[in-house]
């Protein structure tokens, strides 16, 4: 008989249940990806719902190809091996671990004092730790770590940030052309030596000046602030944004 060709034994390898459990794994990898990245881009953040949808469904399909894709390995003679011997089910994996470092790093950015990003960079990284669990067949986990993420990263920004002694937040606000920075905003910031980590002045058409800050210092501390500006004559808007 002939030798069977090596598309013909690994095509034979996989019946057509076990093609829909790859394809199952990556549409649920998909799904999970989808969950984190719906928190990110309600907050508007660089990566988002289609960042976390993709790293986790490549991720997953990296990881059915690092276990299942070297079915076909043969020697010198054409002994087919079936992927017992000479292959690492691990070596592909392995490299989306280290190597989605890159992707994180890349919505990290540092302007002046402050950093933003490395929430949204942690939350990639385990993203692709989630379809990597998934692409193994390892659904109960890769799900179960799926709501943990998805929980920390709200419980974060509601819990967590209220614990802490001091908040980054950026404030926004619009004075009358003419008119100083706000005297009492100013003198608040001196008594209670708020850390000042970045200042920003633009000059609008209309003569107002555009201010932007971003500060650190206790909650209490910054609502105080607000309130300051908000009963400024010469401020006509105020915006607030909690630090990521």
């Known amino acids: 008989p002939l030798p069977m060709t090596l598309t013909a034994y690994h095509n034979s390898q996989f019946t057509i249940l076990q093609e829909a459990d790859f394809f199952f794994r990556i549409l649920l990898a998909c799904l999970c990806g989808a969950c984190i990245g719906i928190e990110r881009s309600r907050r508007f953040k660089e990566a988002g719902i289609r960042t976390h949808v993709i790293v986790c469904c490549a991720a997953a399909l990296l990881m059915i190809v690092s276990k299942y894709g070297f079915a076909d390995l043969t020697d010198a003679t054409g002994a087919v091996f079936n992927g017992t011997r000479g292959a690492d089910p691990a070596r592909v994996a392995a490299q989306v671990v280290s190597g989605i470092s890159f992707l994180g790093a890349g919505v990290i950015f540092k302007?002046?004092?402050?950093?933003?990003?490395?929430?949204?960079?942690?939350?990639?990284?385990?993203?692709?730790?989630?379809?990597?669990?998934?692409?193994?067949?390892?659904?109960?986990?890769?799900?179960?770590?799926?709501?943990?993420?998805?929980?920390?990263?709200?419980?974060?920004?509601?819990?967590?940030?209220?614990?802490?002694?001091?908040?980054?937040?950026?404030?926004?606000?619009?004075?009358?052309?003419?008119?100083?920075?706000?005297?009492?905003?100013?003198?608040?910031?001196?008594?209670?030596?708020?850390?000042?980590?970045?200042?920003?002045?633009?000059?609008?058409?209309?003569?107002?000046?555009?201010?932007?800050?971003?500060?650190?210092?206790?909650?209490?501390?910054?609502?105080?602030?607000?309130q300051a500006l908000f009963e400024a004559e010469e401020v006509r808007s105020v915006n607030c944004q909690p630090g990521d």
Not at 133 to 151: D, E, K, N, R
Not at 181 to 207: C, K, M, N, Y
Request: contains cysteine; charged residues 15%; hydrophobic residues 45%.
């Open 111 to 226: 302007h002046g004092n402050t950093i933003k990003g490395l929430t949204t960079a942690a939350g990639i990284w385990a993203t692709a730790g989630i379809g990597l669990a998934i692409g193994a067949g390892m659904l109960v986990i890769g799900i179960f770590t799926t709501g943990v993420v998805a929980a920390l990263q709200i419980l974060m920004h509601r819990v967590v940030a209220r614990a802490e002694p001091n908040q980054t937040s950026h404030l926004q606000f619009t004075v009358a052309g003419g008119s100083a920075f706000p005297a009492h905003f100013a003198s608040l910031i001196h008594e209670h030596r708020v850390q000042l980590l970045d200042s920003t002045a633009t000059r609008e058409d209309d003569g107002c000046v555009c201010y932007t800050v971003t500060v650190r210092a206790p909650r209490d501390v910054i609502l105080r602030g607000m």
